[in-house]
């Protein structure tokens, strides 16, 4: 059974501060998508990342593929309360099929 | 992008009854879907894979009579929980992948269950 580990589990900053979020695993992913998901809803994926050393951008959040493909970070920039949240990784694996994994999860609140 | 709707998005039933939750994919075929649980501040922990057309396939310690699976179309499966019991009270939330070679996984709103 492959797991994924996050860390920080929760993590609690002010408005403006920077942070990170990994995701770690002892087995090779073919791929990783970044989650995040408010009370009551489904996750809403943020990015979707397949190559060794990939970096993405979406606006204030900057996304890592390890080179190794088997770890992932997150890095929020001048967090805002609206991105609180919990954020999930979640990747497949070979020899997985089409099922995902999702990580231990990051709740994250952003404060005024 | 690709469209996953679950029904109810919240149900309360008595111990000892059954609940029937919908997954749909609304603009793409899925020959696959995936229920997931989720208790508070926890992460999703896969339950099952539904296969289109053929039994679904269970992860360890998942009941599969307790878990009904059905995934009779190539756009609905259903998940029923029998005999429902207070510590069945959760968040169901099913999510399918679009066949056509795209990675992304589309999830549905999520069921809240509260079995009284």
């Known amino acids: 059974t492959q797991l994924l580990e996050q860390s920080p589990q929760f993590l609690s900053i002010q408005e403006g501060e920077n942070l990170t979020v990994y995701c770690n695993s002892s087995s090779v992913f073919s791929s990783l998508q970044w989650y995040r998901q408010e009370p009551g809803e489904g996750p809403v994926l943020l990015v979707t990342?397949?190559?060794?050393?990939e970096v993405k951008k979406l606006k204030r959040l900057t996304f890592q593929f390890g080179d190794a493909r088997k770890d992932s970070s997150l890095h929020i920039t001048a967090a805002q309360p609206g991105d609180t949240g919990l954020y999930l990784c979640a990747a497949s694996f070979t020899g997985g099929g089409n099922k995902l994994t999702f990580g231990t999860g990051t709740q994250l609140k952003v404060e005024l | 992008g690709a469209v996953v709707s679950q029904h109810p998005s919240r149900v309360i039933c008595k111990s000892g009854t059954s609940v029937k939750i919908e997954c749909r994919s609304l603009d793409f075929q899925a020959t696959t879907m995936f229920w997931y649980r989720q208790f508070p501040k926890q992460s999703l922990m896969l339950m099952a894979t539904s296969n289109e057309g053929s039994k679904a396939t269970y992860e360890q310690g998942v009941e599969k009579d307790k878990f009904l699976i059905n995934h009779a179309s190539l756009t609905l499966s259903t998940l029923t929980v029998t005999s429902a019991h207070p510590e069945d009270s959760s968040f169901y939330i099913c999510?399918?992948?679009?066949?056509?070679?795209?990675?992304?996984?589309?999830f549905g709103q999520g069921t809240r269950l509260t079995v009284v």
């Open positions: 990342v397949v190559t060794g050393g």
């Open positions: 999510s399918a992948r679009d066949e056509a070679g795209n990675t992304e996984a589309f």
